[in-house]
């Protein structure tokens, strides 16, 4: 660091990492278009490959959408002080853990948790 600069605080680098990623979705979702509008008519026999990759395209999307509300939900966080506390315990999330995923909402304790109870058919909501 030179002389007269300011350290960058943890929230600075968090907020540059999430508005990348926020910019990155965005960018991703742009250059997605419908198929049949670029491909135009196709022959009967290729209809199931342009219907898979349809379904293959529209849900890639919707994991594009959560991924960023997730970045959206954590800028929110960040403006509101309520930035790393865990959602479900609302201790705070480890350093560690939010500088490999920024937009985390739960600590590791809490998500391993909620993974287990979702795969037994519980309510996905982690015991407290």
């Known amino acids: 660091m030179k002389k007269g600069e300011k350290a960058l605080r943890p929230q600075d680098i968090h907020r540059a990492k999430l508005l990348e990623k926020r910019a990155s979705v965005l960018s991703g979702l742009g250059m997605k278009f419908d198929t049949r509008a670029r491909m135009g008519r196709v022959a009967e026999d290729d209809q199931a490959q342009i219907s898979h990759d349809e379904f293959v395209s529209l849900r890639m999307n919707g994991l594009d959408y959560r991924q960023l509300r997730m970045v959206e939900e954590a800028l929110d966080r960040l403006e509101s002080g309520d930035f790393g506390i865990c959602l479900a315990c609302d201790e705070s999330i480890a350093e560690k853990r ?31």
């Open 98 to 128: 939010l500088q490999a995923l920024p937009w985390a909402r739960y600590c590791v304790k809490c998500q391993d948790e909620m993974g287990a109870e979702m795969i037994v058919g519980g309510t996905g909501v982690p015991p407290r």
